[in-house]
């Protein structure tokens, strides 16, 4: 089966600074994988790189058969390209629904309401209830988003993504500061919408609990350079891991 997404030998540099370096990877349909490394190792540059907020250097993206390296960030997302972030992306000062419905609106390109798109509009509310119901937060529905607990908003911003219908969907650090109890329902989240949505899934993290509990493989940075890639077990073990990030086996 034809992979999803491709990178072959990415390459970005900032002046003498270089934040990724070659790297190569495949994602196969329905996979659903992290990447890890220590702060400054090229994460979200090569995030950032995959959709089009930045242009590589060098090297090729490939996604759903389309050289996407050279397109802009509107052109990946409407192929079917989602993305949450580390700092979370969304209107403040809007309802919690209306942050989902805009994007449901945007994927069907009916964001101006006329007496065509009422239908529409209806179909981008459904959908926006649906998906808000999936991340628990249909309750919350009508609340100004900036209201929200820091954990609901990680959640929001993951809802945004899914109103895009991605196929491919990536998250930057979606536990980050999260509380243990907070981190454990939002692992547990993410393998359901996983499933759910029928995604692709490319998940940056810190926490290795999240990481090693639903990664089927695991990808590890340093430096802008892909070190190792394997299942969470042979990462584990691996040698130049511990070394360079995990500093001791990880159980």
């Given at each position: 089966m034809e992979p999803v997404l491709t990178l072959?030998?990415?390459?970005?540099s900032f002046g003498g600074l270089r934040v990724t370096a070659g790297v190569s990877f495949?994602?196969?349909?329905?996979?659903?994988?992290?990447?890890?490394?220590?702060?400054?190792?090229?994460k979200t540059s090569l995030f950032n790189q995959i959709t089009g907020y930045l242009r590589p250097d060098k090297g090729k993206i490939?996604?759903?058969g389309?050289?996407?390296?050279?397109?802009?960030?509107?052109?990946?997302?409407?192929?079917?390209?989602?993305?949450?972030?580390?700092?979370?992306?969304?209107?403040?000062?809007?309802?919690v629904l209306d942050n989902v419905r805009v994007a449901c609106l945007s994927r069907s390109n009916k964001t101006r309401i006329t007496m065509k798109s009422v239908s529409s509009f209806k179909e981008a509310t459904d959908k926006a209830h649906r998906i808000l119901e999936s991340l628990s937060l249909e309750k919350q529905a009508d609340r100004?988003?900036?209201?929200?607990?820091?954990g609901d908003q990680k959640l929001l911003d993951i809802g945004v993504a899914l109103g895009l219908e991605p196929v491919v969907l990536l998250l930057d650090e979606p536990t980050s500061g999260m509380s243990p109890d907070e981190r454990l329902l939002t692992r547990n989240l993410i393998k359901r919408l996983w499933k759910e949505f029928n995604l692709t899934l490319l998940f940056i993290e810190h926490d290795m609990d999240t990481v090693f509990g639903i990664a089927q493989t695991v990808r590890v940075l340093q430096m802008g350079r892909l070190l190792a890639e394997g299942t969470p077990e042979e990462i584990r073990k691996n040698p130049e891991v511990i070394?360079?990030?995990?500093?001791?086996?990880?159980?």
């Open positions: 072959d030998s990415v390459t970005k495949s994602l196969a349909k329905g996979s659903i994988s992290a990447i890890i490394g220590p702060n400054g190792a090229g490939t996604f759903l389309h050289d996407i390296t050279d397109l802009s960030t509107r052109e990946i997302v409407s192929l079917g390209m989602g993305r949450a972030f580390q700092v979370t992306s969304f209107f403040p000062e809007e309802s100004p988003a900036f209201e929200l607990a820091h070394t360079a990030y995990l500093g001791e086996e990880v159980m």
